[in-house]
């Protein structure tokens, strides 16, 4: 096989990238290890990464009892998960402390805390899991050290539209053979915004997106305007390094966020035919986009062989390309993530075919060298490359078996480093005939880091406000709606609940059906059908949603949402509570408050003198627009509740007064008109109370962001 300067480069620079890859420090309660996630740490506080422990001290050590280790804290404990298998791949799961030797830069280390982490795929958690629908929602999901994590990179940049079929099939059954109920996963493509993707343990949502999985490498018509803006005016040597570059970006970013998730090991399964240096000449044009006559060199397929000149613009390109995938591995063994590349090439030849009138040489090598690049993400980031294999099953069993059966270790470094350097670890087992895999090392603490977690976090805004702005976190792209729902003053004691949904819109890298229909189906905790039904009873217009309300006893709803397409099937389905209140007690009360926009000024106008138009669920908006809300009060004498208005900022901080009209005829909404030009972008809350005499106030909070 043909070694091209860019593999010779790979293979030169793969056992000193191996130990250039770093490693969280990791913390322990001190408390016994009770159960299977007794261990796990807290999560820090947004923008800081490491944990908030005091600085140059560890607490003495417990005296362990024989059936539980004790986890400790200090900023010199150092946990290290260790993958150990027989030579059939299959786990060791019966090894002891004594076992193990730790070396820290070359220097013994003594274990002091060891757990197995053995998860069973065939039990289910014995708890009521909730619907991921917010942030908070999935890191507490996340922190289920019996959920593991799956994150899929489709990287269609890399990968041929042929290719991406085949490769479909071997995916989706993993996803439905391999995976338990309980495991999180997600899918992502190189387009995709990092806050789009969450973890979801709606598994039919990932295979739906799976299945339009289509491969565009070397393709560059555009489809989207980001890729209109550029690939028009870029050589197709430039445009193929933008999207080089563009892939392993994203890739960092998910590992950053997977490691803000959890601690624990985490698993990204990327689907690529791996990364070149350059383009081969023939396939070089000085047209943009490659549209046009790409010269000479095209119809040479020779063009570049032994040729100096062409050796060393793959030499000084490998080290770009090298460069760039070193900050990979960094940043996934820094967060814990292990990168496991799945070629859909299966076993082949060379990386062109006949058509591409290039030589088998030239070919063979691009194909060994983009091949290589997949081995190092993987090597160097305690994963395993699925490569040259025409049966991807073995490998993609491989990958569940290394996030189901591995140790904990634990150590207290003799070193005590506060340099914010790099330090190797290496993990060796006395047992022998088995393979030992694990992460290569840690960053130290700085100075500065101590300091850092010894002030702990900062206060943050109150328990209302945080639950409110919850509310508005960006939805996801695997979410297909947006919900409102709310509750007003019905006829005989019941409560006027009112549901409604509006398409989100595509996101822009992600493919998939529409919206147009949802199915409600709202029971009490008995059981009994409080109501049931399409919304709308044939499908919506593409882009429209649709609205419903039913008259409701007080007390707590259960619901079910079912989200269907274009007539394909179920695109989603979600589980909601919806806690109806007694609006017909003699007590002060506010009911849900709605909320309107308009872009003009006519529009307002055309709002303000209607109530019959259903209110909206978006809660992002510009400068431009201007908001109307109306929110219903409540209270038991025959003088009406007074009601207030205030805007607060995200912290919870009153910033103004806002002027709230009472309603004309008793019985009405109070009104707010709220323009948003005189405000900065960025996260709001308005705060409505409703006063009467010899009542305490009562309050609702409607947060919204603004937005450019």
């Known amino acids: ?20 890859v770093g490693l969280r420090a990791s913390t322990f309660a001190e408390t016994p290890a009770a159960s299977a996630s007794a261990d796990r740490q807290e999560k820090p506080p947004a923008g800081q990464e490491k944990p908030a422990t005091q600085a140059g001290s ?126 999180l996963i997600s899918v992502m493509y190189p387009l995709t915004p990092i806050d789009a993707v969450t973890l979801t343990r709606n598994h039919q949502g990932v295979i739906n997106a799976i299945e339009k999985f289509e491969g565009r490498k070397y393709n560059y018509d555009p489809i989207n305007e980001v890729e209109r803006q550029y690939v028009y005016k870029l050589t197709p040597d430039v445009i193929e390094r933008l999207r080089r570059q563009v892939s392993l970006g994203a890739i960092r970013g998910i590992v950053t966020k997977l490691g ?15 990364y070149s240096a350059t383009l081969p000449p023939q396939m070089r044009s000085d047209q943009p986009g490659g549209f046009g006559d790409s010269g000479r060199a095209t119809r040479d397929p020779f063009a570049g062989d032994n040729n100096p000149m062409e050796d ?80 991807l099953g073995p490998g993609l069993k491989q990958i569940v078996r290394d996030a189901s059966a591995y140790y904990l270790i634990g150590y207290t470094s003799t070193q005590a480093p506060m340099d914010g350097k790099f330090h190797a670890i290496r993990v060796r087992v006395k047992r022998p005939g088995v ?27 109150p328990t209302a406000v945080a639950k409110a702005l919850a509310t508005i976190t960006p939805l996801t792209n695997r979410r297909y709606v947006r919900t409102w729902m709310g509750t007003g003053r019905g006829a005989n004691g019941l409560a006027r609940v009112t549901f409604l949904w509006e398409p989100l819109p595509p996101t822009p890298g992600i493919r998939r059906d529409e919206a147009r229909r949802v199915t409600l189906l709202a029971t009490t905790l008995a059981g009994d059908i409080v109501y049931r039904g399409r919304l709308p009873v044939t499908l919506a217009p593409t882009g429209q949603g649709a609205a419903i309300s039913f008259d409701a006893k007080p007390g707590k709803l259960d619901l079910r949402l079912t989200i269907e397409g274009d007539g394909t099937g179920t695109l989603d389905t979600e589980d909601r509570e919806l806690m109806v209140p007694d609006l017909s007690t003699p007590e002060l009360m506010l009911g849900t408050p709605k909320l309107w926009f308009a872009r003009s000024a006519r529009e307002f106008t055309a709002l303000a003198a209607t109530v019959e138009a259903p209110p909206t669920a978006t809660r992002e908006f510009r400068r431009t627009d201007r908001l109307l809300i109306r929110v219903e009060a409540f209270g038991p004498g025959a003088e009406p509740p007074t009601v207030m208005a205030r805007l607060l900022n995200q912290q919870g901080n009153k910033m103004n007064d806002i002027v709230v009209t009472p309603p004309a005829t008793p019985g009405a909404a109070h009104t707010v008109d709220l323009p948003l030009a005189s405000y900065s972008t960025g996260q709001f809350l308005l705060e409505l109370s409703a006063n009467g005499e010899g009542h305490k106030p009562v309050t609702e909070l409607v947060a919204f962001r603004i937005g450019t």
Not at 136 to 160: K, N, P
Not at 261 to 270: A, D, Q, T, V
Not at 360 to 377: E, P, V
């Open 312 to 391: 060393r613009v793959q030499f000084t390109a490998s080290l770009d390309l090298l460069s760039e995938l070193q900050d990979v591995f960094n940043a996934a063994n820094r967060h814990n993530t292990s990168i496991y590349p799945v070629d859909p090439r299966r076993l082949s030849t060379g990386e062109f075919d006949i058509t591409a009138n290039i030589s088998g040489s030239t070919s063979q090598g691009y194909l060994a060298s983009s091949t290589d690049s997949l081995r190092s993400l993987a090597e160097n980031t305690d994963g395993r490359a699925i490569v040259n294999q025409n049966d």
């Open 260 to 274: 803000s998730l959890r601690e624990g090991r985490k698993s990204l399964i990327m689907v690529s035919e791996g």
């Open 58 to 183: 560890s607490p003495k050590p417990q005296a362990p009892s024989p059936e539980q280790p004790v986890f400790r804290t200090g900023i010199n404990f150092i946990r290290v998960d260790a993958i150990v298998s027989d030579n059939k791949g299959n786990p060791v799961t019966d090894l002891k402390i004594e076992d193990f030797e730790i070396s820290e830069d070359g220097k013994p280390q003594k274990p002091e805390t060891l757990r197995l982490v053995k998860i069973d795929a065939t039990t289910g958690p014995s708890y009521t899991q909730r619907t991921i629908r917010t942030r908070l929602d999935e890191e507490t999901a996340a922190s289920d050290e019996t959920s593991r994590i799956f994150v899929f990179f489709l990287d269609d940049y890399a990968v041929r539209r042929e290719n991406s079929m085949a490769v479909r099939k071997p995916l989706i059954d993993f996803i439905t053979t391999e995976l338990a109920p309980n495991d």
């Open 1 to 20: 096989m043909c070694l091209t300067p860019s593999r010779a480069v790979l293979l030169l620079t793969a056992t000193v990238l191996t130990a250039v």
């Open 435 to 461: 393979q030992v895999r694990a992460r290569k090392g840690y960053w130290a603490y700085t100075e500065a880091d101590a300091r850092r977690a010894e002030a702990g976090p900062r206060t943050g805004p």
